[in-house]
């Protein structure tokens, strides 16, 4: 199905547009893993007699300290983009190209767990043998909803 497009859609849809993360999402992201990071390691410090705590507590620190690693790693790559949305598909920023044609599922998915959101993903489906069947993107820290990539999405298709 053909979706209307005025000129001035058209006009702007000539050129690639790329998708960024947000400076301060990754800023919010990076200081509430530290700060998790920073509780569990108190937890740890606290629970020395019993060592199925330090390891829970151990294990989650790490883990939190690994994303607030992620987070503030791509604060240094915020000129570049996480994705290029284009005529010829989708571009992440490894160079993977995944052709409109190629792609059987696009959506945006909100997580949230007793109504607190708590992420928020891109899940594409497509029918080439490389990449996998399934591209999953994190998508908290993008610039755009998932009604604006939708779009996005509809009117470079």
Avoid at 135 to 153: F, H, M, N
């Amino acid at each position: 199905m053909e979706i209307y497009s005025s000129t001035s859609q058209r006009e702007q849809t000539r050129q690639d547009r790329p998708v960024f993360y947000s400076r301060p999402r990754l800023i919010a992201g990076a200081a509430l893993w530290v700060v998790v990071a920073c509780v569990l390691a108190v937890l740890c410090i606290r629970a020395q007699d019993k060592n199925i705590g330090i390891l829970i507590a151990a294990a989650f620190g790490l883990l939190a300290a690994w994303l607030a690693f992620k987070c503030i790693r791509q604060l240094g790559n915020i000129a570049t983009p996480a994705f290029v949305v284009g005529h010829q598909g989708l571009t992440f920023e490894n160079g993977l190209l995944i052709p409109w044609q190629n792609i059987v599922e696009n959506i945006w998915v909100n997580q949230s767990y007793m109504g607190i959101p708590i992420g928020r993903q891109i899940q594409i489906k497509t029918d080439l043998p490389k990449p996998k069947a399934r591209v999953l993107r994190r998508a908290t820290a993008l610039q755009i909803s998932g009604d604006e990539y939708l779009a996005l999405c509809d009117a470079y298709r």
